[in-house]
């Protein structure tokens, strides 16, 4: 065999061997890629809904919502249950979650007191961004369809019984799907939330 012929030979199987580790490399980075990354399983699709933010502007899922993640909660201002302690969480996760394409919404489950002016006031005892953290009201029916189509309990206060409602975050990614339920009380879940959705927020 020639020199020329062997080389030839010497220089394809180098050729072949650095393809081999280099296949090898991006799988296995993808493997890890794959293992870091939670599974966020598709749940249902969030309602469409036409509200007023804080700021008496009409906020839409389509215009508003549609491309970024989010994070739901149904809270009430005049609450003296869970929701000053949700709203404090809510105001952890607008500290820890550093992409600004997550964003931060609130819904009243009391709209008859909670006016655009209360929440505008609500927003910035909170030290809300209002970049990032949205407050929303509507009417009572409004409210309650949104909480229905986000298969939350929301229920209005009768003679008996108090405003009822869920004390769970929603994550719902760009394209409208809820991807994962937390409970506000629970200190590893509302880590697990800031990490699914800063995850949500990269691959939007």
């Not at 699709?45 to 804080?54: G, M, R």
């Not at 609450?79 to 819904?107: D, H, W, Y």
């Not at 309650?144 to 009822?164: C, F, H, N, S, Y």
């Not at 409970?183 to 939330?193: C, G, P, R």
Request: with cysteine; aromatic share 6%.
């Amino acid at each position: 065999m020639s020199m020329g012929k062997a080389q030839k030979i010497v220089t394809g199987i180098a050729w072949a061997a650095v393809m081999v580790v280099s296949v090898g490399i991006v799988g296995m980075a993808m493997l890890v890629r794959a293992g870091r990354e939670p599974a966020l399983p598709v749940m249902w699709d969030a309602p469409e809904f036409h509200l007023l933010d804080q700021n008496g502007k009409t906020v839409t899922t389509t215009n508003d919502l549609r491309g970024r993640a989010w994070i739901a909660a149904f809270i009430f201002t005049r609450c003296a249950g869970p929701c000053p302690m949700m709203s404090e969480k809510m105001k952890e996760l607008q500290a820890t979650i550093r992409s600004p394409n997550v964003k931060l919404v609130s819904f009243t489950v009391d709209p008859d007191r909670d006016t655009p002016q209360v929440l505008k006031e609500y927003a910035a005892e909170l030290g809300a961004d209002e970049s990032r953290w949205t407050f929303l009201t509507g009417t009572p029916s409004q409210m309650l369809d949104v909480a229905a189509g986000m298969k939350v309990v929301a229920k209005a206060a009768t003679e008996d019984q108090p405003i009822l409602h869920s004390t769970k975050f929603l994550l719902v990614d760009g394209n409208g799907k809820v991807r994962g339920a937390y409970s506000y009380d629970d200190v590893e879940a509302i880590k697990k939330l800031g990490t699914d959705a800063e995850v949500l927020a990269s691959s939007e």
